[in-house]
């Protein structure tokens, strides 16, 4: 009995053996992971990298190893009709740059955010000089008052400083 579920008399054959248009036999390579339910697989497969070459791929292996060989073939095969000259190296290329612009926006947004608390914290705090209920303005130009501060006026209008 066939493992993809066929039963030993009448056999249908898998994807690949039905592209190749050959029969397909009880030991097939590709009958387990290149169902005749999922042709599109093979067929990309077998444009790219040829039928003959992930056979060998495929019988080199170990069969726990095979179904995540073919995952990464099938993979790899859409990613080479996608992007015939960069294939999976483009999409990793692609993804390191989305990564790196993505990394850069969160900085900017976490220094944002230490900004954003740094001011909330000063709007928080008390006026620096508050004393028992008096504030003092903290940046007013004062050079005029200090002439006022310092000249009495008599009654007459005279200055006491003037000689």
């Avoid at 697989?41 to 179904?67: C, D, P, T």
Wanted: proline share 6%; aromatic share 8%; net charge positive.
């Amino acid at each position: 009995m066939r493992r993809n579920g066929h039963s030993h008399g009448a056999v249908s054959p898998c994807a690949a053996c039905k592209l190749l248009r050959r029969k397909c036999v009880e030991d097939c390579v590709f009958a387990p992971y290149f169902p005749a339910k999922e042709p599109y697989k093979f067929a990309i497969v077998h444009k790219i990298f040829g039928a003959s070459n992930v056979s060998k791929m495929l019988q080199v292996l170990s069969e726990n190893h095979r179904s995540d060989a073919v995952n990464s073939i099938v993979y790899e095969a859409n990613a080479r009709v996608q992007d015939p000259v960069y294939g999976c190296v483009g999409i990793i290329s692609s993804l390191q740059r989305q990564l790196e612009t993505l990394q850069t926006q969160l900085a900017f947004a976490q220094a944002e955010l230490v900004h954003m608390k740094t001011l909330h914290r000063i709007d928080t705090k008390p006026p620096p000089y508050m004393a028992s209920g008096i504030s003092f303005p903290a940046n007013k130009d004062l050079s005029n008052d200090v002439d006022m501060a310092f000249a009495y006026e008599n009654g007459a209008g005279e200055s006491l400083w003037s000689c």
